[in-house]
């Protein structure tokens, strides 16, 4: 029980500084990624994942413990990426091709338990197509969907942790999630891929 995040956030609250750099070491692969799938540029992604980690630093002693620690925190990289847009004067809109990539690397290691370690080439090219078709079925999801599919599924979030991330229902959030599923499924079918 005292390798929680709770547990370290309160150690770190009543000083212990290594309490902190053990949540940093955590989580900081999942933060970067995040920001990446957002932003799209590894320079920047890194930057603002620091910045989560600084803005987490100064805002710890309002953290209550309640086991929803994740949630918070992704909740500030969340508000870090929409402050980097805000402060971008000519910013489009947020692309998800990063989420693509990410969801693209969590199949293959997915596909690469259940596959035997020598590759064939017809396995690494049924690979690459099915790299392709996951891309394309992403790229046709609305922009929540795909990010409360990627909370869901990639960062085994629960549905209320979600919610409060996307500021939202947790009957929303169930909704986004199932129908992103099945328009993947859908897209999938299309493909033949099962």
């Known amino acids: 029980m005292q390798n929680t995040d709770d547990y370290l956030m309160q150690q770190f609250i009543a000083g212990d500084r290594d309490g902190f750099s053990q949540i940093v070491n955590r989580h900081k692969q999942d933060i970067f990624n995040f ?27 309002r953290y209550t413990a309640h086991g929803k620690f994740k949630a918070w925190l992704f909740r500030i990289a969340q508000n870090v990426c929409i402050d980097f847009y805000r402060k971008q004067k000519n910013a489009s809109i947020i692309s998800l091709n990063g989420e693509m990539d990410s969801v693209v690397n969590e199949t293959t290691t997915l596909l690469e338990r259940l596959e035997d370690e020598s590759m064939n080439p017809m396995k690494e090219t049924e690979y690459s197509e099915l790299q392709t078709v996951l891309k394309l079925a992403l790229d046709e999801l609305p922009e929540k969907h795909q990010t409360a599919l990627l909370l869901c599924q990639y960062h085994g979030m629960s549905y209320k942790e979600i919610a409060d991330i996307q500021k939202c229902p947790v009957g929303t959030v169930k909704s986004r999630v199932h129908n992103a599923l099945m328009k993947m499924k859908e897209v999938l079918k299309e493909y033949e891929i099962r």
């Open 35 to 61: 920001i990446l799938s957002k932003v799209k540029d590894h320079e920047h992604a890194s930057d603002l994942a620091q910045d989560v980690f600084v803005k987490l630093f100064n805002s710890a002693g």
